[in-house]
């Protein structure tokens, strides 16, 4: 996670912004950081690429909504749903559609990770999924990194031991509702693409697994596609 935004500020605010957009924010809710910005053009970058007339998207972890109401206004014809499990992010997810005049298209559920998704989605019906899953490890929350936590909530940041337990858990699930061909896209800490690869390539059911870099030559997206199940 990003140091260089004044989260206090935001919050003060009442507002940051993300991908051009003004973004509503609240202390439930992880501040939309511009790292993030990152996966948001990577994601339509592949939505585009797929040239699709009506592409079918999940953010998944979606936080403020950030991710999700930046890609349904950029890809006007994009039907999205995004989830989460806190009330805070819910609320504030749902502020952000409005305030966008996104209702139509981009709806918002709450629920553990794909849990919410099991009666309004199809399975393999899914285009691509978006997801910036907390990825600090326990261990660094204690130490280093605990001062992230002093504004922001906790479970926006703890990812077990490792830094990757949502990772794992939405490398597995996502493949209930994606289809074939479709793209599954995460925002990695630094130096965490080549586990969070591993992930993809052991489970055997994704191919064309590849990281994203940034202008400082940092990857900060990882991606693949899943396979045709057999």
């Not at 053009?41 to 403020?64: F, N, Y």
């Not at 989460?84 to 139509?104: K, S, Y």
């Not at 990825?135 to 504004?151: A, F, M």
Request: net charge negative; proline share 5%.
């Amino acid at each position: 996670m990003s140091e260089d935004i004044d989260v206090a500020d935001a919050y003060s605010r009442g507002s940051a912004v993300f991908m051009g957009m003004e973004m509503l924010v609240a202390s439930g809710a992880l501040v939309p950081r511009p790292e993030t910005e990152l996966l948001g053009s990577t994601a339509i970058d592949v939505l585009r690429q797929m040239k699709l007339s009506a592409p079918r998207v999940v953010d998944m972890c979606c936080g403020a909504g950030n991710l999700a109401c930046a890609i349904a206004h950029q890809v006007p014809t994009a039907r999205v749903w995004a989830s989460d499990l806190t009330d805070g992010c819910v609320e504030v997810a749902c502020r952000n559609v409005i305030h966008h005049g996104l209702a139509d298209r981009v709806s918002v559920l709450q629920g553990d990770l794909f849990e919410a998704l099991a009666t309004p989605v199809s399975p393999g019906s899914i285009d691509l999924v978006v997801c910036n899953p907390p990825y600090i490890s326990e261990k660094r929350l204690e130490g280093d990194r605990s001062h992230l936590v002093t504004l922001e909530p906790r479970e926006a940041f703890a990812a077990g031991p490792y830094g990757i337990a949502i990772h794992m858990r939405v490398v597995k699930d996502a493949l209930r509702y994606l289809r074939p061909g479709g793209a599954l896209l995460f925002e990695v800490g630094l130096g965490q693409e080549r586990q969070v690869a591993s992930l993809f390539e052991r489970s055997r059911s994704y191919e064309g697994v590849r990281a994203v870099t940034n202008r400082a030559g940092e990857a900060r997206v990882v991606l693949g596609y899943a396979k045709p199940q057999s």
